[in-house]
């Protein structure tokens, strides 16, 4: 896991992990993703003043989602992902790389709390359980879905 706190550039920080997605969709591998001319969202570190308007679907119990692109269940996908107060999303593996940055509150898995700010990434075989004491907002990009644990495991 890599992991870097909000510093010079917020702009710069969004511009490099689109670039990255970008980089990483990979149709010779069978990855695909719906064609697009363009996605833009503004305004991304005042998210919780603005949440609302949002179309939030249902992800996990008290976790919604908003999806950029992708469908979540081949090739990339970027999403925006709301937890409510004590909201988790269970133990998981990454099949791809991941990116997560806390726009709005925090949360915390087994490599300790992410703060608004806060740049996160995952490799491919990295495990983790996640939870939002408070509540978050997080943009998540990933090159591959992830693999749930069975309940009860």
């Not at 980089?23 to 609302?52: C, K, S, V």
């Not at 490599?111 to 990295?126: C, E, Q």
Request: aromatic content about 8%; overall charge positive; hydrophobic content about 40%.
């Amino acid at each position: 896991m890599i992991s870097w706190s909000r510093g010079a550039s917020n702009a710069g920080w969004l511009a490099f992990l689109i670039g990255v997605v970008a980089l990483g969709a990979r149709p010779d591998r069978g990855e695909t993703t719906a064609r697009f001319e363009r996605i833009e969202r503004t305004n991304l570190w005042n998210i919780a003043e603005w949440q609302d308007t949002i179309d939030w679907r249902p992800f996990r119990p008290g976790v919604e989602i908003h999806r950029l692109y992708g469908d979540g269940q081949i090739g990339p996908t970027a999403a925006l992902l709301r937890y409510k107060q004590a909201a988790t999303v269970p133990m998981h593996t990454h099949e791809g790389f991941e990116h997560i940055l806390v726009l709005s509150g925090s949360q915390k898995d087994q490599n300790g709390i992410l703060r608004a700010g806060t740049l996160s990434i995952h490799a491919p075989g990295t495990r983790h359980a996640v939870q939002s004491e408070a509540g978050c907002i997080v943009l998540a990009i990933y090159e591959k879905p992830v693999k749930f644990d069975p309940p009860g495991r």
